[in-house]
């Protein structure tokens, strides 16, 4: 069956099953109202209105049309025009670092034509993104404008550094009369300033331009302004000073009656706003407060025929998911035409799609086939319950399925990327396959019966009964247990490296949650190196490598000692460099790959010396090179090692072990994170062989721990103990921590999977640490005073926060508190912090009873910006006196102190730094 016919008519025999469910709504404007939710990813949503004020969902907030083209599939910004002929156009943000946009048309905003790809930057290979198009007709040309923002390399250095993470936008543009051909693309807007978000109007016989000025840097604007011209493609002059409030992004003009409506997104309270003018020039806040469905961001108003806004108005979910596809519909002429409620999608590749008489009992099924190779799916939209736990299930037959660069046949979530089934390949008769997931805040979401998924796969595959059951409420988040032997560091850091010199463990890493001026959403703090000799207790005193403190710091290599001195391989602004030192401690400077040439244009080195001396550095994307004599070159073209699985690859791990060389690789990403290896016996380049179990670790959300990614492999000397440390995803994005866990071989070499533990290792047999000078010292005064005999109390303590997953966005992961008693749980997963608006914070510790104190040890919040405190004690909570004053900020974890004085009351009070403790331990003599 020709598949564009099938879809088209599933398609309107969906929207005239909707016909009747709702009154009609009769008004004499009809504004439309196009966005998007969340990240993009479930497509274009629409709202619609009659006096630009009160703003409602169409069909019960659930999107019109799900994103298929670019890698990440997301339809963000989408922005609609009417033709002269009637036609609707919608362009939109495709992807994050895409050098393309989304295009398609409609006749009525329900029945799109195939989604396409236009790749108006594929010329410029230093362009970084194309964000927030916008399409517009000019009456005066005949023909459509499409405009955008672009980071180009190096252009336009007068401004470079004005905006977060390195980006540095100007508006560009191209015309087409027939979507078919392009004009040459060209520089549309630059104000002399970078500048994003711009949004075209005509009005009378000049073109009115209002853009958003995205300087961050020295200060912040993040405002709107207006521009004039007097013709659509320029030159535009600017018109008088910023008109809207800063921190917006996203305006959309729209003409009501007699004035002209701004509309905006203030990102940064969650909300959207908007503001009106007559002039462009001057302006005043609407005298009705905005109404507008939850969660929505920026789109595109425009007006429509009381036709198209019905239509839209009548339409509703479907009630079931008709998972067995007897339910059918008729063109009228052929008495099959498609399942109801289901559409098809060609992701990439060919493919055929078929509702058949061959199902389970001779009953229907649907089925794709692809003799090259597709990626492909049968879809439905199904209505579910918010923060509830749904199995999704079914039957699924295969004929000479390969899976190629996909996966074969399986059924999956879109909007959930973790909630697919196994999938199916070969030929196999009838399989049954399900997955259980969490549906978050969602309350519609899209099912697909796939060919391919992340890939393109090939041959014939048929589905059926494909079954949604509610099995409950969403379990609660875990909690962190206390105590804990994991995290091991007082801090957020990620992407661990971990050397041995004369006994004492050095861990280099990215140190995370750690905002500072002109680094933007990286929050990304200096370079320092965490010492240990047993494993357990972890110091670290003054930053690494002073010159690169104003440098995004990240995944440093491992020590390395070469030659009389340490080398270490750090990625600095995204690209690997070599710094070195007489002492593990410090402080790195740079000697190979300066701050303007890199050594490489990646990130994570993992440098491994054989035991010949030659030495091999491995980067992501399964990378690696051989060096030269003094490890700061690598030598010859790159090589790719070869693994068992694929996909995006990151924080390599090499070792050798009695004659096996093992390579670590991770796959996925945030809470998915996980690693699986490979071996060679030959070389540290390969060839490579996967064993049959090659997963070395994984989440385990039953303990709680999730995201095993980017870590180390590291041996004490002279034993044949190995242990894994890694990044655990934290609270999301840059706030991860780092665990270790044992690991253990097979006699034959290989790994046993790690199990993760919140418990962490025992401390190493026979080995103490004064914490400060990083020396083995047993003499060291006083016995802690143990948590349980502690009462805490504090100025105030922040609300708790539910924190949910980045590969699942619906998926609550845990739940933290910000306890006072966290300071002495003996947790480093577990901290204090005070309310955000809390001017004074402290945090008190009762003992019961007077105690003769002799030594305290602070792990203080952000530990890598420096703290100054005082330590007040009182022996009946009344009268207090200094006991302790750090005046100066030191850059130190933990924050020692020895010295001797009575107390049944200890007040911690931060002067300087960050307010927030990890942990609190105190030590008296009796």
Known sequence: MNRPLMTVVLWIVLAMSTVGLISTVVADDHYLFSYFKGNGEDGLHLAHSTDGIQWTAINGDRSLLRPTVDKDRLMRDPSIVCGPDGMFHMVWTSGWHDQGIGVAHSKDLIHWSTQQRVGVMDHEPDCENCWAPEIFYDDATKQYLIYWASTIGKRFPETAGTCESELNHRMYYVTTKDFESYSETKLFYDPGLAVIDSFMVRDGDRYILVSKDETRFPEAKKNLFVATASTAEGPFERLGEPFSPDWVEGPSVLRVEDRWIVYFDEYGRHHYKAMQTRDFESWEELSTPLVYPSGMRHGTTFAVSEEVAQRLLVMKPPGSINGSFEEIGSNGEEELVAPLHWNTHVFAGEAQFASVATGIDDSRCVSIQSAETADAAWSTIAEVQPNSRYRLGGKIRTENVVAGSGRGALLNIHEIVMAKTEAVTGTMSWKSVAIEFDTGAHEHLQINALLGGWGRSSGTAWYDDVTLDRLGATPEPAVWPSSSGNPVVADCIADPSISEFDGVFYMTATT???????????????????????????????????????????????????????????????????????????????????????????????????????????????????????????????????????????????????????????????????????????????????????????????????????????????????????????????????????????????????????????????????????????????????????????????????????????????????????????????????????????????????????????????????????????????????????????????????????????????????????????????
Not at 556 to 568: A, E, F, Q, T, V
Not at 655 to 683: M, P, Q, V
Not at 725 to 748: K, P
Not at 836 to 858: A, C, H, K, M, Y
């Open 512 to 926: 995370d949650d750690c905002p500072r001026e002109g680094f933007g959403r990286w929050h990304n703090g200096p370079a320092v190196v965490w010492k240990s000799t047993d494993l357990v207790n972890w110091s670290f005193k003054g930053h690494l490598m002073p010159e690169a403190s104003d440098m995004l710091y990240w995944a440093p290599s491992r020590i390395i000692r070469h030659d009389g001195r340490y080398l270490l391989f750090p990625s600095l602004n995204h690209k690997i460099r070599v710094a070195a030192a007489d002492s593990p401690d410090g402080p790195f400077q740079l000697i190979a790959g300066s701050r303007e040439e890199p050594l490489l244009d990646t990130i994570d080195a993992e440098v491994f010396v054989d035991d010949d001396g030659q030495g091999y550095l491995f980067s992501n994307h399964r990378r690696a090179w051989r060096m030269n004599d003094d490890l700061t070159q690598v030598v010859g073209d790159p090589l790719t090692i070869k693994t068992g699985r694929d996909g995006y690859s990151e924080g390599p791990i090499v070792f050798k072990r009695n004659g096996i060389y093992y390579y670590l690789y991770t796959l996925s990403g945030h809470e998915t994170y996980h690693y699986a290896y490979c071996i060679s016996r030959d070389s540290p380049l390969g060839p490579f062989e996967t064993p049959e179990h090659d997963i070395v670790a994984q989440s385990d959300p039953e303990q709680g721990i999730f995201g095993p990614g980017h870590g180390t492999v590291f041996s004490p000397e002279g034993t044949d103990d190995y242990y894994f440390a890694y990044l655990e995803y934290g609270r999301s994005g840059v706030t991860r921590q780092v665990c270790i866990n044992q690991m253990s071989f097979n006699d034959d070499g290989t790994i046993q999977p790690v199990k993760l533990s919140t418990a962490g290792v025992e401390p190493l047999a026979n080995r103490s640490l004064s914490i400060v000078s990083g020396q083995r010292d047993g003499s060291m005064k006083g016995k802690r005073i143990k948590g349980s005999d502690v009462t805490v109390t504090a100025s105030s303590v922040r609300v708790p926060i539910t924190i949910n997953g980045m590969s699942d966005a619906s998926r609550q992961v845990r739940r933290e508190l910000y306890d006072a008693e966290n300071c002495i749980d003996d947790s480093l997963f577990t901290r204090w912090l005070p309310a955000e608006d809390d001017s004074d914070p402290w945090v008190q510790l009762d003992f019961g009873s007077p105690q003769n104190i002799v030594r305290t040890e602070l792990s203080l919040y952000r530990p890598t910006l420096g703290h100054a405190y005082e330590i007040e004690s009182s022996l009946d909570g009344q009268r207090w006196t200094s006991a302790i004053k750090c005046e100066q900020p030191r850059v130190q974890s933990p924050q020692v102190d020895e010295k001797e004085f009575e107390a049944q009351y200890l007040r911690l009070k931060i002067a300087d730094g960050h307010p927030g403790v990890w942990g609190i331990k105190v030590y008296a003599t009796d």
